[in-house]
């Protein structure tokens, strides 16, 4: 879909959105990483409330991952002790699975583990407002739940705590930040009123996202024509020559941040130290993560070895659980790519063709902007495609290889997001919480 601007700038359509939000919601709280997006979110929004909403009063959620710049620590903490006394702040450090990429070993390590308190990157931090195992109110929280949960029970625990009425929160997402968001933004399932900013996560808990067509060079902008604070860690970046796209305040160890995790090692050595302690694969991937020992293109095989065998090879070496998880992808992968087929360019196709790969033409894919053309493969799954210069989403078991040596555990090189198994226990965990909702309620 092409963008279409309007003649109202983002910064009034903002405010149109903070009026919609103040008017429709009773409960309303701001999910504040530390990062810049948030971080203007949450200054703007208190401007919002204090100039039109003086009674009401918003909550300050953030979901604190251990593993994180000292920077971004103070920048955290400086923030929620100047807005503390106007606002509800909940600064969350409860044990939850994480996603690392940096392990074969462990898909998930654990912030504020209580079984390993020796190894934490830092110590827990000592406010009132910091809410930890020994004093925790959340009654949606479930031990080691997913961070991905946690901020979403988070949510269902607020409306519960805050009268039962209707709750908000809301996010510092930017459809120009990916195209996955942008996508979503375009596809709203559960859009609120017409809106495709606002979605339901639950009965009468919902997510907006009011800076979702701002871009970076208007977050900066207002920033510095309010003259708010923000993340010096932004400024280590810059000097340290980082690109703006490059520049995320995340876990270290997930697919997005781990290519800059070496950065840790002379921004704040300090906290390197621990992260290397803290989660197995660390070292390896600030060495390896942004060279060419990492990259598709350049992956060695070693002597002896074919694609295939290379890659049953690995999985052998993997635990059953980890194992297990590649192969069921793998063979739904193979499956896909023998009986439906994926969409590719013309051009593609005609170089397949060309280099004597044996495929056929099996209608068109729904799933591309331009209708393209799906393609199966007929026969045995190349070794590997390495001949083809003009895509590297067609199949192979390089492809499959490269997963398991860059520990993508969701194989999303391959294309992959959420299986019907992980959204089954998504949806397991809802309906369980829906039962103890009920049972609050009286009902």
Known sequence: MIREYEKQNVYDAFQERMRLIFEEFDNIYVSFSGGKDSGLLLNMTLDFQRK????????????????????????????????????????????????????????????????????????????EYVINLDNNPMTTYRYRMHQEDLAKQFGRWYRLSHGNKKTVCLLGMRADESLQRYSGFLNKKYGYKGECWISRTFKDVWCASPLYDWSTEDVWHANYLFNYEYNRLYDLYYMAGLKVSQMRVASPFNDYSKDSLNLYRVIDPEIWTKLVGRVRGANFASIYGRTKAMGYRNITLPKGHTWRSYTLFLLDT???????????????????????????????????????????????SNYTLKKKTRIVFVGTIPDDTDDIKSTKDIPSWKRMCYCIL????????MGFGMTREQQKRVDLIREKYKSLEDMENGA
């Open 406 to 413: 860059k520990n993508d555990h969701t194989c999303r090189f």
């Open 318 to 364: 993997l635990p059953a659980r980890l194992r297990n998880n590649y192969v069921k992808k793998f063979n739904t992968s193979i499956e896909f790519w023998h009986k439906t087929g994926g969409g590719v360019d013309e051009e593609t196709i005609q170089e397949l063709i060309d280099h004597g790969y044996k495929i056929r033409r099996n209608g068109v």
């Open 52 to 127: 039109y909403f003086p009674e009401k009063k918003i909550g300050v959620f953030h979901q604190d991952f251990e593993a994180q710049y000292t920077v971004t620590s103070e920048y955290v903490e400086k923030t929620f002790e100047r807005v503390k006394d106007e606002v509800e702040p909940y600064w969350v450090c409860l044990p939850m699975a994480t996603r690392t990429a940096l392990s074969s070993y462990e898909m998930y390590w654990y912030p504020w583990d209580d079984t390993k308190k020796d190894i934490w990157v830092r110590p827990m931090p000592q406010k």
